[in-house]
């Protein structure tokens, strides 16, 4: 029973009993996949997956990756296996790095891979270029080398908070594994990753995720595999995480995403296991009363439209007003892949939420599945596909001010509210009061005066800055803009100082920044500050 759209890499070998699929085929799902940028000095590494193997055994010959840049082929190389590999495995998996040296070296910018699988299956061969789906168009992976870093202010680092990995399975998809995201996640200038996998997918048996298994295997392989990770990564972090399905007040299903979590929370309303079983085993309320001291917990994309089909045949709501409010939640994951209507409703809601003297943050991530470059997502069971690019591993991005790239830190972070959400520039505020007393993003600082310390930094890939606006909000009386900036003596770059302020009530103050003309995948640029608190 699975009526609702999927953003995780396609599993096409499930048919429900008594249909017929179009698109299964006697083959494993072969994809290639990878990021959608490249930080200048990293090599760019190129996923290969091949699924369902066990079942469908192939033998692999070589891989050809082709390189064109403005239409230009500038590199084609063919990677041989001798011997050839036998795949027979349920999963198997390899990066290959693609070095930017020779005359690679001095290319930026947006440029095409195609991927060449080239396999051998009953004693015949088959190239597969991109992936095996049926009916898909299987176009080019697409990737933008950028001449610079990602925008760098001291003590802050970057991270996509949303994402699902091969914990997530079932009948019709799967993510990609943990162990790929350190490498692809640096070579985009990533430092962490949540790891938030479905509660109803986590409760499965290892070998069949048509059964659940009391014992949780899928569930311990998960928090093992992180802690191992994490041990090993010196420069990278892993959040463990669940993205549970739980009762919001209208008795409706609704996503809360844990971060820090070791004890399992079961969530199966909207899982769609089982017909006509959509009521979850936790209330919001019980979850928060119920879970670990440092674990911090947020709504998932709470704001984003449900179906009818979905809230008639699984229970599927968004957030209500009064779930948000409630006082263990640390705040709302409103920018999920991009600013869609929904975003634009949950910043709404937000400083409606603030102006009520609610202390909850924003938060970005993009509830990827695999998915660095694109996806490929089934549509209607058994019948079609559906292709897109949006949504993608990283692109929006949740920038963190941690003392360190550690686990146990970054999520203190989040749930502080040190965080700005953005889709590439890098803005943050401070506020000096007369007490004296200097607070940063997500804390609350005592004075009667205050001035704003504004530090910004954008590259080309992400735009100048075209404006920056600060928001004064006083409680219970709504906000306006304390001043704006439209004017830049170096628009890549801002370090700025307001004059003195009055804070007479309890209020807050936060920025948005906007940049435009990027030579990036997306056009314009933008980030949003958690608020900094004032009270007389």
């Not at 692109?395 to 959400?421: F, N």
Request: proline residues 4%; charged residues 25%; negative net charge.
């Amino acid at each position: 029973m699975f009526l609702f759209p999927f953003f995780l890499y396609a599993e096409t070998h499930y048919r429900f009993k008594y249909f017929f699929s179009l698109y299964k085929n006697s083959e494993p799902e072969i994809i290639a996949d990878a990021p959608h940028r490249l930080d200048p000095d990293k090599p760019y590494p190129i996923l290969i997956l091949i699924k369902d193997a066990d079942k469908y055994p192939v033998d692999l010959v070589s891989i050809t990756i082709t390189v064109t840049h403005n239409a230009r082929k500038e590199y084609s190389h063919t990677f041989e296996f001798s011997p050839i590999l036998k795949i027979n495995t349920h999963l198997w998996w390899k990066i290959l790095d693609l070095n930017f040296t020779g005359n690679l070296a001095s290319l930026f910018g947006m440029m095409n891979v195609d991927v060449e699988i080239t396999t051998k299956q009953n004693g015949k061969i088959k190239i597969t270029r991109n992936n095996n789906h049926r009916f898909t168009s299987k176009p080019p992976l697409k990737f933008y080398r950028s001449k610079t870093h990602l925008p760098s202010i001291n003590g802050w680092i970057f991270g996509d908070t949303h994402t699902h990995s091969t914990y997530t399975e079932d009948q019709v998809e799967f993510g990609s594994p943990i162990a790929v995201a350190p490498h692809l996640c640096r070579s985009m200038g990533l430092s962490f990753v949540g790891v938030t996998d479905h509660s109803y997918d986590l409760d499965d048996s290892v070998d069949n995720y048509l059964l659940n298994d009391p014992n949780l295997p899928k569930w311990k392989a998960y928090q093992l595999e992180v802690d191992l990770l994490n041990a090993q990564e010196k420069d990278f972090a892993v959040l463990r995480g669940e993205e549970v399905s739980c009762t919001n007040s209208e008795n409706n299903n609704v996503h809360f995403l844990l971060f820090g979590n070791r004890r399992f929370f079961h969530g199966s309303g909207d899982g769609a296991e089982k017909w006509f079983k959509t009521d979850s085993e936790f209330t919001i309320q019980e979850i928060i009363a119920q879970k670990e001291k440092n674990v911090v917990v947020y709504a998932a994309h709470p704001t984003e439209e449900v179906s009818f089909i979905q809230r008639l045949l699984l229970k599927r709501d968004e957030w209500s007003v009064t779930d948000m409010v409630d006082k263990g939640l640390a705040g709302i994951q409103i920018l999920n892949g991009g600013r869609t209507d929904g975003f634009y409703r949950g910043m709404d809601i937000w400083k409606w939420m603030l102006n009520r003297g609610e202390k909850k943050f924003l938060l970005a991530g993009n509830d990827a599945h695999g998915n660095f470059n694109r996806y490929v997502q089934i549509n209607i069971p058994m019948v079609t596909f559906r292709e897109n690019e949006d949504q993608l591993f990283g692109k929006m991005k949740t920038a963190v001010l941690s003392p360190s790239i550690s686990e146990a830190d970054i999520i203190e972070a989040i749930g502080k509210g040190r965080t700005v959400v953005t889709n590439g520039p890098l803005l943050t505020i401070e506020l000096e009061t007369d007490s004296p007393d200097v607070g940063k993003v997500g804390e609350t600082v005592k004075g009667k005066k205050f001035v704003v310390k504004l530090h910004g930094e954008t590259t080309d890939e992400f735009g100048k800055f075209s404006f920056i606006k600060i928001y004064f909000g006083i409680i219970g009386k709504g906000e306006r803009i304390l001043f704006e900036i439209r004017q830049f003596r170096n628009p890549h770059s801002i370090h700025q100082i307001s004059d003195w302020h009055q804070a007479e009530f309890f209020s807050y103050i936060r920025a948005e920044a906007y940049t435009q003309h990027a030579h990036g995948i997306d056009r314009d640029g933008f980030c949003y500050t958690n608020p900094i608190w004032i009270q007389p």
